[in-house]
């Protein structure tokens, strides 16, 4: 696309040698813990965000000393899948070698781990290599991890949807050999190495790509820029819908930017699954923004062109004609909590972990609790786009064991609420260095208050999907919640309404700015009338039904 000047950041990948930088003499400067000036930026398309704990900034600014800069590593897991030993590696590397000893799981089935220091980044990747795994374009402008639905029932079915999220995730990684020679000591290589698919400059931004089944819409596809529903035939996997153009994030006073649903493009077979993949990224590599970041991402370049220009430019380069959209429904978006048997026979528990937090308290030790059990089990690991984590593929005469494992490490038998179960947060602080209020340590007790509030006015058996995000890049979907919070600052909230169980809603703006007190107040208000309407048994769809939004 022709515009003004192009952003500084591609300039720096430009000039990046392929994502090379000069990330390598850095690592070797003690003077500073951090990473200085394009490497900053370029350490995130190898899975790393630079970042301090916000909670100690302003003390070690006052003893003149610089922020205590670490780097937050997300690891790759298409679909969230990983084994007891690979969990058991980084369980490990998170107790020695990190500042929070706690393993996190993201919203997009990704694990982090935060506080990692300088010396201890080369050897994170050498143990992720040893593992299986890695960090790549996990961050960046990159096709970053990609979703699968949590399927533990139809067992089947997940493995043939999973198997898709590994190969689309393949199909569009970084080429470049950077990452192993940067980290795992790899042999160099001519850095005149082609990006065939994503470019030698890589994508405009970032880019997010869901594979789903439903009824289950756990991986929240109209937060996602390129979606692939699974349609299906008696347990058979026969192709795709394929939605594009999704995306929450919206900066603060610019009204060029927006939250928006994904477009339905059509249906496509199986054997179109990676070119119409490939297609959607390079199209939207070419004709994405790249001078103005903010409208960067595909809803923009779709809004700007149209969504049939696109589909057209779509089938053009994949060589296919999408069919019509094959009839789908989702209706929820939850987790099964608890015990399931698959199809095939084999058992799986579905954990809940507040805000994916894998960390000891005295009272609760779920993160040895989940490394005695990764030590016994024969499956895997599920990481939901809950935040949540699944205990799958246990045989029959194993599920006692595994029980009660889950149950002395407090890992199950705590009553947590519906309310507290369909609620979520993003991390914000203490380490986002976004953040513009608290969520993912105010959650517990936002949650608490609404299910009171459901009590007090008889609802407590309904629940309401409430989410909170530390500010308007909307990490924590709550811009596809029923009622969702964007932070504006400590205790002060944008209140939206109005989103809809299945997230193909999104919410409306009821107030900007609001003290967090005068949010319960409004809350107390109109679950009053929830209560004495009875016109609908979700929240969401009462507000738009009674026009309160
Ligand atoms: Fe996010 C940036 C955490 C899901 C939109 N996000 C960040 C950073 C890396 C802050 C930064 O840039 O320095 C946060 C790190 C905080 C920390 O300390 O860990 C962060 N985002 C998260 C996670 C961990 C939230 C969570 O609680 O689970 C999720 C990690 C997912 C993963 O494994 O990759 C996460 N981020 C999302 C989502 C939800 C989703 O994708 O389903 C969104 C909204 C959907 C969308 O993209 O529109 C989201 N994050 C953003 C944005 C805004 C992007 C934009 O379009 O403008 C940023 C800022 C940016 O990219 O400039 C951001
Ligand atoms: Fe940080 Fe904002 Fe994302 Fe929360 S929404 S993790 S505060 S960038």
New binding site residues.
């Given amino acids: 696309m022709k515009d003004s000047k192009l952003s500084d950041n591609e300039r720096l990948k430009a000039e990046s040698k392929h994502l090379r930088g000069t990330i390598t003499q850095d690592l070797q400067n003690p003077i500073t813990g951090g990473f200085e000036g394009d490497n900053f930026q370029l350490i995130r398309f190898h899975g790393m965000y630079q970042q301090d704990d916000r909670d100690i900034r302003q003390e070690r600014l006052k003893q003149k000393l610089e922020p205590l800069h670490t780097v937050m590593l997300r690891v790759r897991l298409p679909g969230g899948i990983i084994t007891p030993n690979q969990w058991l590696g980084i369980d490990e590397f998170a107790s020695k070698h990190t500042q929070y000893a706690s393993i996190r799981v993201t919203n997009r089935q990704a694990i982090q781990l935060h506080g990692v220091l300088k010396p201890n980044i080369k050897p994170v990747h050498k143990l992720l290599d040893k593992l299986g795994l890695d960090s790549k374009a996990t961050a960046g402008d990159v096709n970053r991890n990609v979703l699968c639905t949590s399927n533990p029932i139809e067992s089947e079915l997940h493995q043939q949807t999973y198997q898709w999220a590994k190969k689309i995730s393949e199909h569009l990684l970084p080429k470049t050999r950077a990452y192993a020679e940067i980290w795992l000591d790899g042999e160099k290589v001519d850095t005149s190495e082609h990006e065939p698919i994503l470019g030698d400059t890589y994508l405009p931004r970032k880019f997010k790509t869901t594979v789903s089944v439903p009824p289950l819409n756990d991986v929240d596809i109209h937060a996602n820029d390129l979606n692939f529903v699974a349609i299906s035939d008696r347990g058979q996997l026969t192709g795709f819908n394929v939605l594009v153009g999704g995306g929450l994030a919206m900066t603060y006073n610019d009204k060029s930017t927006y939250p928006r649903l994904a477009s339905e493009l059509g249906f496509i077979e199986l054997k179109d699954v990676l070119s119409v993949a490939q297609a959607v990224v390079s199209v939207q590599r070419d004709w994405g923004n790249r001078s103005n970041r903010r409208n960067a991402k595909t809803k923009y370049t779709l809004d700007r062109v149209g969504v049939d220009v696109f589909k057209h430019e779509v089938e053009k380069r994949a060589g296919i004609q999408f069919s019509a959209i094959k009839p789908y429904e989702f209706t929820m978006r939850g987790d099964r909590l608890g015990w399931t048997k698959g199809v095939d026979g084999d058992n799986h528990l579905t954990l809940f972990i507040p805000s994916g937090r894998v960390i000891d308290s005295s009272q609760k030790p779920i993160k040895t609790g989940m490394a005695e059990i990764a030590k016994v089990h024969t499956g895997d690991f599920r990481l939901t786009p809950n935040q949540n984590l699944i205990i799958a593929g246990v045989k029959d005469q194993d599920i006692a064991k595994i029980n009660e494992l889950a149950e002395r490490y407090k890992l199950i038998g705590e009553a947590f609420s519906k309310q507290r179960i369909q609620s979520m947060?993003?991390?914000?602080?203490p380490t986002?260095?976004?953040?513009?209020?608290e969520?993912e340590r105010v959650i517990d007790e936002y949650a608490t208050k609404i299910y009171q509030l459901l009590i007090n006015h008889n609802l407590e058996d309904r629940d309401i999907i409430f989410r909170v995000?530390?500010?308007?890049?909307?990490?924590?979907r709550a811009l596809l919640a029923e009622v969702g919070l964007v932070?504006r600052a400590i205790g002060r909230y944008d209140l939206y309404l109005g989103g809809n169980r299945n997230g193909s809603r999104i919410p409306r703006l009821y107030e900007a700015n609001l003290p967090i007190e005068r949010i319960f107040t409004i809350m107390d208000e109109l679950v009053a009338c929830w209560a004495n309407a009875a016109t609908s048994d979700y929240f969401g769809d009462f507000l738009i039904n009674e026009k309160v939004v």
């Fill in positions: 947060a993003c991390v914000s602080l986002c260095p976004l953040a513009m209020a969520a995000t530390g500010c308007p890049n909307g990490c924590g932070g």
